[in-house]
């Protein structure tokens, strides 16, 4: 498999200015039966991020904007959960996330993990199929935990906000942890397999 290359976010991104409220980001298409909000919005409550300060900013568009709403209500998360606007270049708000999250029922290949780890935010993910077991080590870029698990994702979640060597230590690897999807090393697989093919013709 060689795998499309990523553009290259922090060349072309200033460095945005710092927010003065800690958040983990989901970012993404609001349909709750791909994204499974629900689960996303539980395990927030139950992790104990809100009460130690750390928001969830939500940032997208899509069909269920008005479901994550009254779910944010009927959760009592009015004051601690936000929903952003689609961005078409989101990558500041990315980068002053503290960890983004994904909590879908499955992916093709989930760009959301692949544009976070480029701009070196950690990422917490559900092993869904398919594509975050492919790009998350777990615990060293971020956390992997099984697909509908409350429990597991709501730990996670805790464990990534108050652990701090974990923390920085998945924040250090982000970057290089997908250097691999580079315009580099993608152009050398497909020059390699082109010439091998070419030799093996020829």
């Known amino acids: 498999t060689i795998y499309n290359c990523i553009p290259d976010f922090t060349a072309s991104q200033a460095i945005p200015t710092a927010e003065s409220v800690p958040y983990i980001l989901f970012f993404g298409r609001l349909d709750n039966s791909v994204k499974n909000f629900s689960l996303l919005l539980e395990a927030y409550k139950q992790s104990g991020l809100a009460n130690a300060g750390v928001q969830l900013k939500i940032m997208g568009a899509g069909p269920d904007a008005s479901f994550i709403l009254e779910q944010i209500n009927q959760l009592q998360l009015i004051d601690f959960v936000a929903i952003l606007p689609f961005q078409s270049e989101p ?40 594509g975050p077991a492919e790009l998350i080590q777990s615990g060293e870029n971020g956390i992997l935990v099984p697909n509908h698990n409350l429990q597991a994702l709501a730990d996670a979640l805790h464990e990534l906000n108050t652990n701090v060597v974990l923390y920085e230590k998945c924040k250090k690897n982000a970057q290089k942890s997908i250097e691999h999807l580079s315009l580099d090393s993608i152009s050398f697989q497909w020059n390699h397999l082109l010439q091998t093919t070419y030799d093996k013709y020829n």
Do not use: N, R, W
């Open 91 to 130: 990558f500041a708000v990315i980068q002053l996330a503290k960890f983004t999250v994904l909590t879908s029922h499955y992916e093709g290949f989930p760009m959301a993990i692949v544009e976070s780890l480029a701009l070196g935010v950690p990422v917490v993910s559900v092993d869904c199929q398919s």
